[in-house]
């Protein structure tokens, strides 16, 4: 069966990648493309219908972004958000121009027509706004489908050639309704079926992995995280024990990170997973490095040594398997309105030299994280696993200020190993993006029974954040930062003061380094 394919063209807005989401919810597969892409590449994908997304611009204002007029031709329904809207009004022959007010915020659509579009709305319905133009004057062969006070063509439509334009942004959860619009879009008016789903992905990913590796060796470095575990059980599937995975213990990992990693995938899952023991190698390098960018890259070189030394033993390998995500292979388009196309690679084990000359295998670079996570427990990964949250390449080494020893590894090892045991038990725990203990450079003074004591200080970091690039501090109950503060004075020998970190993400950063 040929995959029904939806291209979401990027206009600039922030939270395009919502759209693709969205439409994925909808068991779609959709592929996030610049707005400038050439006709060519488009026609490439077949694709069955296109969304054009928000973006800051105003579309009469020069070098604003456009699409290929071509897009019009194709032949396919087209719906335009926002900008796309406009965009869409514009250059199919409408007046587009200011609204007195510039619109934000919550509005009350009025929809004049429902036709399939808006089935199963009411006549008056909640929806997100957030625009300074809007459609005066429809193109020829448009009517409207709905208004707002504020847009007297907040929604509209040629019946006959399929294209749609929204004012507003059905995308984000403020638009209650805004799914079955989706919905309405894509399965009655384009007439998709939703059959993209994790088992029909797991399904072709096989046969394609399969096809692609024919009877070579494949090597992945595995990390513990949800990235390259979910890439490790879907590769292990596929093909079985030509899949060889390399763990290096480089001693700055979490407590019991190893032997879980060992027993998961060893024990139960019995994949070929090679463990490199390069906890000495790691620490001896790393002796008398205090400054943070020094020590990131002593490791990162290390891990790559270790990571060669390790493959070379498993004789000819053609392929490296990395757990390579979407939102790493997106050209993105920046706010600003250019294309800024910033392509970045894994940074933990992407960092593997070229000329180790390994054709890359990545199964998971069509997938949004919350989708390698419905990936992960469809395979059958455990939940601990699959919700996890992220972990450093370089480990418990960004989390001890200063130098890195045996004994300072083990004191914040222990003492993060309570924070996570508590923040586990916490209900909001799905909520926080990450928790953990941070070893700081001081001694302070305190008082145990009738000693004085001159220990050290462990930060606690817990923060909310739903992409890392901002977060807040979270709002923990108190009993809870109490009890990890107890414990951790009390179980770990050589703490006597716990301090809880209350800054956000600008202008702190969520590691201490
Ligand atoms: P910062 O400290 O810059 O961290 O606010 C943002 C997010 O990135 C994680 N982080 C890393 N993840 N390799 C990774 O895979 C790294 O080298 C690395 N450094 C920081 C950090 O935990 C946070 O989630």
């Not at 809007?134 to 020829?140: A, I, Y």
């Not at 990693?261 to 023991?277: E, P």
């Not at 398997?321 to 940074?347: C, F, M, N, R, W």
């Not at 009738?450 to 709002?475: F, G, P, Q």
Request: aromatic share 8%; with cysteine; net charge positive.
């Amino acid at each position: 069966m040929e995959k029904q394919t939806v291209v979401v063209m990027d206009f600039g807005a922030q939270y395009n990648q919502l759209i693709a989401r969205r439409v994925r919810e909808c068991n779609i597969y959709c592929a996030l493309l610049p707005y400038n892409t050439p006709i060519s590449k488009i026609r490439a994908l077949r694709p069955r219908a296109i969304i054009m997304t928000g973006g800051p611009s105003s579309v009469s204002r020069n070098g604003s972004p456009k699409c290929d007029p071509m897009i019009f031709d194709l032949g396919i329904p087209i719906l335009g958000i926002c900008y796309g809207m406009q965009l869409m009004g514009y250059m199919l022959g409408g007046r587009v121009g200011q609204t007195k007010r510039r619109e934000y915020g919550h509005a009350d659509l009025i929809v004049d027509r429902k036709e399939k579009f808006f089935s199963g709305l009411k006549r008056k319905e909640k929806v997100w706004m957030s625009h300074g133009d809007q459609v005066l004057k429809l193109p020829k062969g448009f009517v409207r489908l709905a208004h707002t006070k504020n847009s007297k063509i907040a929604s509209m439509c040629d019946f006959e050639k399929k294209f749609y334009g929204v004012q507003f942004h059905p995308e984000v959860a403020h638009t209650p309704k805004g799914m079955n619009i989706f919905r309405n879009f894509l399965y009655k008016v384009v007439g998709l079926k939703p059959t993209w789903t994790m088992k029909s992905f797991i399904k072709e990913s096989i046969r394609d992995i399969r096809c692609q590796v024919g009877k070579e060796k494949v090597v992945l470095g595995l990390s513990g995280g949800v990235d390259s575990s979910v890439a490790a059980v879907l590769l292990h599937r596929a093909i079985g024990r030509k899949l060889h995975c390399i763990f290096v213990d480089n001693g700055l990992l979490r407590k019991d990170e190893k032997e879980q990693v060992v027993d998961r995938f060893k024990r139960h899952l019995h994949v070929n997973l090679h463990v490199a023991d390069a906890k000495k190698d790691f620490l001896e390098e790393l002796e008398g490095a205090v400054d943070p960018e020094k020590k990131r890259k002593i490791i990162g070189r290390k891990f790559i040594r270790v990571f060669e030394r390790e493959a070379k033993k498993l004789g000819r390998v053609n392929f490296l398997g990395q757990g390579t995500l979407y939102p790493d292979v997106i050209e993105s388009v920046s706010a600003k309105g250019g294309p800024s196309a910033t392509i970045k690679t894994h940074h933990n084990v992407g960092a593997l030299p070229k000329k180790m000359h390994f054709k890359l295998i990545e199964p998971l670079r069509d997938l949004f994280k919350d989708e390698v996570r419905r990936l992960g427990k469809e395979l059958g990964l455990d939940d601990k696993l699959v919700y996890r949250q992220p972990f450093p390449g370089p480990g418990l080494a960004v989390r001890i200020i200063g130098g890195i020893t045996k004994q300072r590894l083990y004191i914040l090892r222990e003492a993060d190993a309570i924070v996570q045991e508590e923040m586990e038990k916490y209900d909001g725990y799905r909520g926080i993006w990450q928790s953990f203990a941070v070893l700081l450079p001081v001694k302070t003074v305190g008082v145990m029974g009738d000693e004085r004591t001159y220990e050290n200080v462990v930060a606690i970091r817990i923060v909310t954040s739903l992409d890392a690039m901002t977060a807040d501090w979270a709002k923990i109950p108190y009993d809870i930062l109490g009890r990890i503060s107890n414990r951790i004075i009390n179980e770990v020998k050589g703490v006597n003061r716990v301090v809880y970190d209350i800054s956000s993400k600008p202008p702190s950063t969520i590691e201490w380094e």
